[in-house]
């Protein structure tokens, strides 16, 4: 069973940028896909950006243009680059092989 483990989070001010990374125990090359998502407080977990093998992506609107996701397939590393950030992209970021494992979350925390 793979284990993934985030860092990277922190607080940041409005309009900033943060990097996150997610190290996987194990390689990712047979990987299908790789996610990351969010949770806030009180609300579901949504995705926030998917890269599939082949190394094609996907946003959801309100991410778009801001966050991009990237992998290192020889570091084992997916990353989050989050720019423009904003208040509401506070939440606990996971990343997640979209097989059932999950990494235990790093915050992030956007305010002046």
């Known amino acids: 069973q793979v284990q993934f483990v985030e860092s990277g989070g922190g607080l940041v001010q409005p309009g900033g940028s943060l990097r996150l990374s997610c190290a996987a125990s194990?390689?990712?090359?047979?990987?299908?896909?790789m996610a990351w998502y969010r949770q806030a407080p009180e609300k579901q977990r949504e995705l926030v950006a998917i890269?599939?093998?082949?190394?094609?992506?996907n946003y959801p609107d309100s991410v778009k243009g801001r966050f991009t996701i990237s992998k290192d397939n020889v570091k084992n590393l997916v990353y989050l680059q989050m720019n423009s950030l904003k208040p509401d992209d506070t939440a606990v970021y996971y990343c997640?092989?979209?097989?059932?494992?999950w990494g235990q979350g790093t915050q992030v925390t956007v305010s002046s």
């Open positions: 194990r390689s990712m090359f047979a990987f299908y896909s």
């Open positions: 997640t092989d979209n097989r059932g494992n």
């Open positions: 890269i599939f093998s082949g190394g094609n992506t």
